[in-house]
C-alpha cells in the first residue's frame, strides 16, 4: 500500500486537484448539494500546495479546516432564508389577513372563495354570497375564514361584480 500513497504523496497538489475534480464530478452524479464543498475544498488545498511545498501531515490539517470553513459558509450563504422561502411560495398564507367578498355561498363549513382568477375551497361557518370574510388560516388545501363585522367594506368588489361561474 506504500507504494499507491506514496505515488500519490508525489503528486503533491496535483493529487489534491484531481480529488476536487473527482468530488466535483461525483456531485454531479448523485443527488444532493454537498460533496461540491469538499471539492472546493480539495482545489483549494491543491493550489496552495502547488504554490508552497507542505508536509503530507498539514496538506490533511487544512483540507479539513477548509472543508469545514467551506460547509459553515455554504450554509450561512445558502441557508438562512430557509424559512422565509417556504413562506413566500406558499400562496396561502400571503392571502391570511386579506378580507374578500364571497361568491359562492359557504354551505355545511364549506365554501368556494374567488381570489384574483383562482378559486380556493375554504372552511368556516356558513355565509350567504356577498358577505365579506377574512382569511384567518390555512388547513392543507383550505382557507380559514371567518365572516367580516364591523363596515369597513367600501373598498372590496361587490360580489355581483365577480361574474358567474
Known amino acids: 500500500m506504500e507504494g499507491f500513497f506514496g505515488e500519490v504523496r508525489e503528486l503533491g497538489g496535483w493529487a489534491w486537484l484531481i480529488f476536487g475534480v473527482l468530488l466535483l464530478g461525483l456531485e454531479l452524479l448523485l443527488p444532493g448539494f454537498f460533496l461540491i464543498w469538499f471539492g472546493v ?20 490539517l487544512l483540507f479539513g479546516g477548509l472543508s469545514v470553513l467551506v460547509l459553515l459558509g455554504a450554509g450561512r450563504f445558502w441557508g438562512r432564508d430557509s424559512s422565509d422561502a417556504s413562506r413566500f411560495t406558499d400562496r396561502a398564507s400571503q392571502l391570511i389577513g386579506q378580507q374578500y367578498r364571497l361568491h359562492h355561498p359557504i354551505e355545511n363549513g364549506r365554501g368556494v372563495l374567488l381570489v384574483g382568477d383562482s378559486q380556493w375551497s375554504v372552511r368556516g361557518p356558513d355565509c350567504p354570497r356577498g358577505v365579506t370574510v377574512r382569511v384567518v388560516g390555512a388547513q392543507g388545501t383550505y382557507l380559514l375564514v371567518e365572516p367580516v363585522t364591523d363596515s369597513s367594506n367600501e373598498g372590496l368588489p361587490k360580489a355581483s361584480s365577480f361574474g358567474d361561474v
Open 41 to 60: 475544498a480539495a482545489a483549494i488545498v491543491g493550489v496552495t500546495v502547488l504554490a508552497f511545498d507542505i508536509a503530507w501531515a498539514w496538506q490533511l
